[in-house]
């Protein structure tokens, strides 16, 4: 069967691709010919993985999901599997998120896990340097990749698994819903070069330069930024990003969503932003994401 596809009850830029159980039973079977660590070691053992995964759907899943992404008007989907059934564990979650990731392009070594991907944990206690773990405090509005070489034109956010969970919904926003975005994205300091850092936890040792700003090939402005990376060279740098951080999440167009377990966010990660409402404190809280990030195959 080809897999369902709808509107996102929130916004019809946001496409919701359903994978009913009766195909994923199908996937256990191909998926078996693959241990994670068979995949983790060989790059094209990923490749016959989408395959199997866009045969169980027609062959269609892959050209779904990369025209949605490289929409301007959609972008995003939330690609929502029914696993409520115990054989499809947590490295099944890892291969479905892998067969989506190669669907549409090529991942970025994620230097975090030196692996094409990264597992991490959001709990109650947190010691890391970065926001993305910290599990009281807003992850504001960003995109990912601002701090690295490679091109960072989409990602995949899977979560694997939580217990204690009230709060930290998903949020996100696409850029020409948001208020500001002629007015910011024409500031001139919006188009220079910012340099971008990061923090140890990212093991990336050089910064880079870039503008928050771009246009791409049609003319559509697109955005690269996070709060925490950019290193403002003077008060105008300083001042512009703060007017785009109250800006961006004074939004009154966000889109915050609950995702079911085993569900993933496939996003364009130049006209979509994406961030996390704070959880609520619990001690017994934990949350598991794998995230995968890398560029399209046209590119
Ligand atoms: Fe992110």
């Excluded at 503008?211 to 740098?237: C, H, L, R, W």
């Excluded at 300083?238 to 109250?246: I, M, W, Y």
């Amino acid at each position: 069967m080809s897999a369902e596809i709808k509107d996102h009850k929130n916004s019809k830029r946001v496409k919701v691709i359903r994978l009913q159980e009766s195909d994923l039973d199908k996937l256990i079977f191909p998926f078996k010919k693959h241990t994670i660590t068979s995949l983790e070691y060989k790059p094209f053992s990923r490749f016959t993985l989408a395959k199997s995964l866009d045969e169980v759907f027609e062959g269609k899943l892959g050209k779904s999901l990369a025209k949605i992404l490289n929409d301007r008007d959609t972008g995003v989907a939330v690609v929502e599997p029914e696993i409520n059934n115990k054989k499809f564990d947590k490295d099944f979650l890892v291969k479905l998120s892998t067969g989506l990731a190669y669907l549409v392009g090529n991942p970025n070594f994620d230097s975090m896990t030196g692996k094409y991907y990264a597992r991490f944990y959001v709990k109650h206690q947190d010691s890391s340097d970065s926001y993305l773990r910290k599990a009281y405090t807003n992850l504001d509005l960003h995109t990912d990749g601002t701090y690295v070489k490679e091109k960072t034109d989409w990602l995949i956010m899977t979560k694997m698994e939580e217990q204690g969970v009230s709060g930290g919904e998903s949020v996100i926003l696409h850029l020409d819903d948001w208020e500001h975005l002629d007015e910011l994205s024409k500031d001139p300091v919006g188009q220079e070069n910012f340099t971008w850092g990061s923090p140890k936890s990212k093991n990336i040792e050089y910064k880079v330069e870039h503008p928050v700003f771009s246009k791409d090939q049609n003319g559509e402005a697109t955005i690269s930024y996070i709060d925490q990376f950019p290193e403002p060279k003077n008060m105008k740098q300083g001042l512009f990003l703060q007017k785009l951080s109250d800006s961006l999440e004074g939004s009154q167009n966000k889109i915050v969503t609950s995702l079911p377990v085993g569900s993933a966010i496939v996003a364009n990660n130049y006209f979509w932003l994406h961030g996390r409402k704070p959880f609520k404190e619990n001690k017994k809280l934990s949350r598991e994401l794998l995230r995968i990030r890398g560029s399209f195959f046209n590119n």
